[in-house]
């Protein structure tokens, strides 16, 4: 059984920073596609950064720059670093994994992935 279990968030002020990470158990880790959402109140679910089975990061415009996306095989973690948080980052993050890997059209598409932890808050003030 496949588990995803995030951890991380918090509250902080603007132009602070946050790690979050993402346990994956049950799943084999380094050969799909992982990535991070994120969802607002009544917003749709969007994608924020997704890794490839080599380790690529892919980000979303308005995080690129500020977020870095990282993995690491051996602990099967995914870690999502946060830094130069802006009020608009506020949201639930919810860590994501897909059956297959990353692909340029599906890699921000919540559809693509079949396994979703249980979310962690960012509030940014």
């Known amino acids: 059984q496949v588990q995803l279990v995030e951890s991380g968030g918090g509250s902080v002020q603007a132009g602070g920073s946050l790690r979050l990470s993402c346990a994956a158990s049950g799943y084999r880790y380094a050969s799909y596609c992982m990535g991070w959402f994120r969802q607002a109140p009544g917003m749709e679910r969007d994608g924020v950064a997704s890794?490839?089975?080599?380790?690529?990061?892919i980000y979303a415009d308005s995080v690129k720059g500020r977020f870095t996306l990282s993995k690491d095989n051996a602990t099967a973690t995914l870690y999502l670093q946060m830094d130069s948080l802006k009020p608009e980052d506020s949201s639930m993050y919810y860590c994501a994994a897909a059956r297959d890997d990353c692909r340029a059209a599906s890699w921000s598409d919540p559809g693509y992935f079949g396994y979703w932890g249980q979310g962690t808050q960012v509030t940014v003030s």
């Open positions: 890794i490839t089975s080599v380790g690529i990061p």
